[in-house]
């Protein structure tokens, strides 16, 4: 009877549960559906829970002082990189080689063109972290320039150049005599002068540092890259036996004629009179040998003296060619003597306006001389004219 009155009132049965340490204590269906409870964690001492908040904070409040410090430092400088610097007007920088940014930023703070050389130093390396350097050289910086318009400027290397010119015609002595007195060229010349006629007349761009050497070196390797190009080219038939009495006839014209337009006809004038066994005659030569590459004083005049002197320069004295170039002649007249004019002509003389007049018969030579002298003699005779 109890059974069946605990199954009509619906009450389930309990099932066993042992105690930890006692009998089993049924549960009833709702408790059993209950969840247990979960044991809590064993609890930290005080002291080590204070001294890891206090440590991780102190490194989390570091990092984020130090990245907004990072930051801000970034922004302010990246500001002054890029904004105008404080020149009022351009200026010219020397960069030295193998100066440092840390050099190169002091020089430009102390010369007004920055403001700040630390900035100037923290953000070039940033901007040139790619592996861009700077260059050394002479730059003009422009008013109000700012860091970054500094940097890729000198990291360009567009420095300022300048020019030394050789006009045609000069010998190497007078070459070196302009390199020593130019301002710019630095470094001694070489102890031991280049062969006449070896030096390329130009005009040379080149920046402040450049050695006077480097200047040399190019001249004679131009030279030697024209001599090589116009001999390949020169007409077969000349009596030529080698480049260098190319370069020597060559001097030669260039010293008897400045005219472009005449030069190939003066060598014309040579290698018919070298063809017919003749004395070539040419002042140039005569002063040359006299004065060397030091050149004929310009007030001295040349003298019947000169002309009978023995020196191996004197064509008034030798046959055929002197052993070796008078000066350094350039490409027009290095062409012009690998390529003359056909002509007869044994003869010329100066025209008195720059240029000469030709003949083929000694008669009419002394006619063209004789006319070249009175043409002297008036214009010695004439009074100077008042400005």
Known sequence: MNETNDFE?????????????????????KDALRPEKVPEMPKRSRKARSQFVVFLNFVMTMIILVAVAAVGVFFIAN????????????????????????DIASNLERNGVITDARIFQYMTKIY???????KAGEYEIK????????VDLIESGKSILYSITFPEGLTVVQIFRRMMDDPILEGDLPKVMPPEGSLRPDTYKFSRGTKRQEIVDQM????????????SRRDPQLPLKSKEEL???????EKETGKEDERAHVASVFYNRLAKGMRLQSDPTVLYGIFGG?????DRPIYQSDLDRDTPYNTYRIKGLPPGPIANPGREALEATALPWKTKDLYFVADGTGGHVFAETLEDHNANVKRWRKAQAEQQAEPPKTP
């Open 220 to 231: 004679r390797a131009q030279q030697e890259k024209i001599l090589e190009q116009i001999w």
């Open 247 to 253: 370069v020597t006839l060559a001097s030669i014209v």
């Open 294 to 298: 030091e050149g004929r004083p310009a």
């Open 79 to 102: 500001r002054s990189f890029r904004e105008p610097g404080p020149l009022s007007v351009a200026t010219h920088i020397i960069v030295r080689p193998g100066s440092g940014t840390s």
């Open 128 to 134: 040139l972290r790619d592996g861009r350097t700077l």
């Open 143 to 150: 008013a109000g320039a700012s860091m970054k318009d500094v």
């Open 9 to 29: 009132n619906n009450e389930p049965a309990r099932e066993p549960q042992r105690a930890a340490t006692g009998p089993i204590i049924p549960k009833s269906p």
